[in-house]
């Protein structure tokens, strides 16, 4: 369905939502996308479109992302989830199924810790930081290996990101990303978890999101088989289908 853009500005921070409308007769809950350190809602295109067959569909574009203005002043992660809990709030949208991917995990998560009533669901796909890279080197290492695993069309889009994005604010974000306790914050949510990765995933490792979804009051583990760390964008059908599947079922058990 076509989708629209608006910018909206919170506390002097601008983001962006790209909004598709729900299809007749769908019931499931609006689906939020977040996009991870560095990238935009370009890397979303193909889950975001998927998904949007079934229910409605928003990727936000964070300040400094995505060829946004840059904050004036540097904003850690609770800082951002907040500003980013304003945006859900006038999506108008009952509560949403919040997808992040890779840093977008951690914006996701810590929103949900903050504003659980808009959130039914959490979904962190490739989530960081992986305690086997949780120094810049070792990022780099894991990203490096993520290349060769992409398609080139994959490549691109992070690439042509990165760029728009600029070295300060990427590193700025980074120090973040690396020090958020993201199995901490998740152990302290009730609202439900889903934990995705690709089963290729240099980044976000298996048994680095199987310790999340455990240690996750409410949570469960997907793993899509041959899958990178962008398999929203290369597997865009297989992610949807999972999310959907647990976004629309009554939790009660792992």
Not at 20 to 39: D, K, M, N, Y
Request: with cysteine; net charge positive; glycine share 8%.
């Amino acid at each position: 369905m076509a989708a629209h853009g608006r910018r909206l500005d919170i506390g002097g921070l601008a983001f962006r939502a790209i909004e598709s409308p729900r299809p007749e007769g769908s019931t499931a809950p609006a689906a939020v996308l977040i996009h991870g350190i560095g990238a935009s809602h370009r890397y979303l295109a193909r889950l975001h479109e998927a998904l949007n067959a079934d229910t409605a569909v928003v990727s936000i574009d964070l300040p400094g992302f995505g060829g946004l203005p840059k904050p004036a002043a540097d904003i850690g992660i609770p800082q951002m989830s907040a500003a980013l809990g304003e945006v859900i709030a006038q999506l108008g949208h009952d509560q949403v199924v919040l997808v992040g991917h890779s840093m977008g995990a951690q914006w996701a998560i810590e929103t949900a810790v903050q504003r659980p009533e808009w959130v039914s669901m959490v979904v962190a796909i490739g989530p960081v930081a992986d305690e086997r890279h949780r120094t810049p080197l070792s990022q780099a290492r894991a990203l490096a290996l993520e290349t060769l695993g992409e398609t080139p069309s994959i490549n691109s889009i992070v690439f042509t990101d990165y760029l728009r994005c600029g070295v300060p604010w990427y590193l700025t974000q980074l120090r973040h990303m690396l020090a958020y306790p993201t199995e901490d914050k998740a152990a302290t949510l009730r609202t439900p978890v889903l934990v995705m990765r690709g089963g290729r995933d240099p980044v976000a490792g298996r048994d680095w999101c199987r310790r999340i979804a455990a240690r996750t009051p409410v949570a469960r583990f997907v793993e899509i088989p041959g899958g990178h760390h962008v398999v929203q964008q290369s597997s865009p059908r297989a992610a949807a289908s999972a999310i959907l599947f647990h976004a629309t079922r009554v939790w009660t058990d792992r």
